[in-house]
Every structure is written in C-alpha cells, then in structure tokens.
C-alpha cells in the first residue's frame, strides 16, 4: 500500500545551524504535501506545504522542496533556534482520494543552545 | 481560539469497556478523521469521514468504529478495549474534497488497564 518514509527519526543540532528532513512517499498520484510541527503536549500544527504543481516554497526561516520524479520532498530550516525543537511530520496525500493523508513517521528535533 | 476540540485530555478504562471518543469542530468542516499516534509509527489513520453519516475506514480499523450524526461531531468507538489500544488519539478536520491541511485536536491519551 502507499506509504511515506522519513527521515532522520531523530536530529539535533546546534543553535544557529540549519536542519534537514527528508521524506519519500510512494504513491505517484499524491499531489499535495504538508508538514506538521508538534511541541511536547500539543497538537499537530500545519508550517507549510507544497503542491505538485510546485518545486520549491519558502516562509522566513522555513522551506520545502519537492522533487516529483524521486518521489521525496524535504523540509529545510535554517538559523534554528531552541523554540523549533520539536517533533515534525510530513504527510502525502492519497492520489485523488480527496482530503486523505499519509504520514510519515515523524523526526524528533532538539536544537540545543 | 480552539477549533477542534476532544472531549477528553486523558482517559483510563479497563480491557473489555466501551470506550466514546468525541470530537467536535466549529469550522464547518466537511472532512474529519481519527488517528492514532504511537512513538515510531507516526499518525495512522483508523476511520474517516466526509459528510455527515458517512464513514470510510482506514488503515487500521480492525476494534474501532465510528459515528457521525451531525456535521460538526465526529465520535470514535472503541467495541471493547483492550490493552493494545493504549495511546494518543488524534482527531483532525478539512476542508472539502481538494487536498487541503488538517486542524487537529489536543489528542486523547487513552490508557487501557
């Protein structure tokens, strides 16, 4: 069935550096592709996303790539500091099965200051 | 300012119970969705729905079911608990049928004894 791989499951990094997260998805059909930023006890919070349509998308310190013919899109942030340590998910849509996600297993960020 | 709200934060049952899950959003949301998350697994959809008295299952459906009387409650079922059912359920709303981000819920931490 369509799955979604990320990684690393884990990161840390030194504030001030950038992080990278990498995600391949299997279903040819997704065409739209979000991520989700989770701070300890609460919920799951839309950052950005990106449609097929799209190869790159930035807002301030945060971007996303989409590569369609490798099947992965990545989530770039740069100049971390400690508020973005959190846990972040990407996510595919089901092909044309409208409004379903897929996730990925998720990545664990710790900046450390 | 909260949109998608879970009717409880924590909940401790005993194997064998029936155990209601509600959600309820104030967006007018055609789509709503129940998740599980567990550490390594990331999110995995259980059921889904997108208009009222219609239910779609998902990937892991197998002890759960669901109900949706109006537009704005989504309620997840679980027939008879059991201890494999310990963890954080997440309930996520759209807009739509187009490919669109989840507003999610606070999440219920469900522990079976």
């Known amino acids: 069935g369509e799955n979604v791989e990320q990684h690393p499951s884990t990161l840390s990094v030194q504030e001030g550096d950038s992080a990278v997260i990498k995600c391949t998805y299997s279903?040819?059909?997704?065409?739209?592709f979000p991520w989700y930023k989770q701070e300890l006890g609460k919920r799951p919070q839309l950052i950005i996303d990106i449609r097929s349509n799209v190869g790159e998308k930035k807002d301030q310190r945060i971007a996303v790539t989409l590569n369609k013919t490798a099947k992965h899109f990545s989530l770039h942030i740069t100049e971390t500091q400690p508020e973005d340590s959190a846990v972040y998910f990407c996510?595919?849509?089901?092909?044309?099965?409208?409004?379903?996600?897929?996730f990925g297993q998720g990545t664990e960020l710790s900046v450390k200051p | 300012d909260v949109k998608v709200t879970q009717s409880s934060r924590y909940l401790v049952k005993r194997t064998g119970e029936k155990v209601f899950l509600e959600c309820v959003q104030d967006?007018?949301?055609?789509?709503m969705f129940w998740y599980r998350q567990d550490p390594g697994l990331g999110l995995r959809l259980i059921y889904f729905s997108y208009d009222v008295k219609m239910k779609e299952k998902g990937d892991i459906p197998e002890g759960y079911s669901v109900s949706r009387e109006k537009k704005e409650r989504f309620s997840l079922i679980l027939e008879s608990a059991s201890t494999n059912q310990t963890s954080m359920y997440l309930c996520?709303?759209?807009?739509?049928?187009?490919?669109?981000?989840?507003?999610f819920g606070s999440g219920t931490r469900l522990t079976v004894v």
């Open positions: 996510a595919a849509s089901r092909g044309n099965q409208g409004g379903k996600l897929i």
């Open positions: 279903d040819s059909a997704s065409n739209y």
């Open positions: 967006m007018d949301h055609e789509n």
């Open positions: 996520a709303s759209s807009l739509g049928t187009a490919n669109r981000g989840y507003t």
